[in-house]
Nanobody
């Protein structure tokens, strides 16, 4: 599975962006999918994950209530809607497909990783 994250950009604080994670070469409809981010000088951190059918979603405390993860298996795409963005959300956002159907907050449980997309939030 080859993953590609898109939708990043520069936005002012309080603004919104919608990231998309698309799969090619084969479908990831049976896999959990997660979003992670890494800011300069910081370790990669979990943002959100969704199970194979969208019935289970988890969020990092720092984004809960502001970000929403969803998926459209017919389009082989997972989305991350980001609202009320803060400068602290500035990072490279990457998506990953898990070994299993659920996913996890643990990056070690993800098998396929895509190139990230830069999100920059100005104050």
């Amino acid at each position: 599975v080859q993953l590609q994250a898109s939708g990043g950009g520069v936005v002012q604080a309080g603004g919104s962006l919608r990231l998309a994670c698309s799969a090619s070469r084969r479908t990831f409809t049976n896999n959990g999918v997660g979003w992670f981010r890494q800011a300069p000088g910081k370790e990669r951190e979990f943002v959100a994950n969704i199970n194979w059918n969208g019935g289970i979603k988890n969020y990092a405390d720092s984004v809960k209530g502001r970000f929403t993860i969803s998926r459209d298996n017919a389009r082989n795409t997972v989305f991350l809607q980001m609202n009320s963005l803060e400068p602290e959300d500035t990072a490279v956002y990457s998506c990953a497909a898990a070994y299993g159907a659920v996913g996890s907050t643990d990056a070690r449980l993800y098998k396929y990783w895509g190139q990230g997309t830069q999100v920059t939030v100005s104050s």
